[in-house]
């Protein structure tokens, strides 16, 4: 039982470029949720999910995409990354709206 | 909007000694979360609660509603309990989007 798998685990992009960051999870979790970790800050929300086939926007969501056409899947995409979305990702999900959270473990990501 | 402060940022204990961590909010919440965060990076959840107490081993979590306010024990600490500690509020009306602290860095000296 793997839980939450983030891949890749580190990534380096140069500025422009584009890439799709993965989460899966093999708990039959409804919500699902992408978070960044900046220093200084706490994880804040990009986009989460509480369905498949639907998303929906969070705090953060300027400059990224996601997709949830499987419910154990849930992508995150920067088109064009920028030196500002220099961050550490995190995905986790749950089973329903107020419920304990299950984390990935991270996705670090500079962008150059 | 809600705000959620924790204190203190940082916090140095000895082996053995009880650890309180302290979680305020500013609006009305249904539930209330607190995290561990790893050295290594990763994050588990400790406790989801919306009244009252909840134990699990060492760790005792609490939360006053009325005084929009948690707090986490560690009891007899050790240094395998140096992390930083995550506090989140789940809003009522939210899909689910929790708003965290800043996190409290735990050092556990042997």
């Known amino acids: 039982n793997a839980g939450v798998t983030q891949t890749p685990k580190f990534r380096v992009l140069k500025t422009g470029q584009s890439m799709t960051l993965l989460c899966a999870q093999d708990?039959?979790?409804?919500?699902m949720y992408w978070y960044r970790q900046d220093p200084g800050m706490g994880l804040r929300l990009i986009h989460y999910?509480?369905?498949?086939?639907?998303?929906a926007k969070g705090e953060v969501p300027d400059g990224y995409n996601v997709s949830r056409l499987k419910k154990q899947n849930f992508l995150l995409g920067l088109e064009s990354a920028a030196p500002s979305q220099t961050s550490v990702y995190f995905c986790?999900?749950?089973?329903?709206?107020?419920?304990?959270?299950?984390f990935g473990n991270g996705t670090r990501l500079t962008v150059t | 909007k809600n705000e959620v402060e924790q204190s203190p940022q940082n916090l140095t204990a000895q082996e053995g000694e009880f650890i309180t961590i302290n979680c305020s909010y500013s609006?009305?919440?249904?539930?209330l979360h607190w995290l561990q965060q790893h050295p290594g990076g990763g994050i588990v959840s400790l406790f989801m609660?919306?009244?009252g107490k909840k134990k699990h081993g060492r760790l005792i979590a609490t939360i006053n509603i009325q005084e929009k306010h948690s707090s986490l024990h560690i009891t007899a600490s050790h240094p395998r309990d140096s992390a930083v500690y995550i506090c989140?509020?789940?809003?009522?009306?939210?899909?689910?989007?929790?708003?965290f602290g800043k996190g409290t860095k735990l050092s556990v000296k042997p």
């Open positions: 986790a999900s749950s089973t329903v709206r107020n419920s304990p959270l299950h």
């Open positions: 708990m039959n979790h409804e919500y």
């Open positions: 999910s509480v369905g498949e086939g639907t998303t």
């Open positions: 609006v009305g919440i249904s539930a």
């Open positions: 609660l919306s009244s």
């Open positions: 989140a509020t789940l809003h009522g009306g939210s899909q689910g989007n929790l708003i």
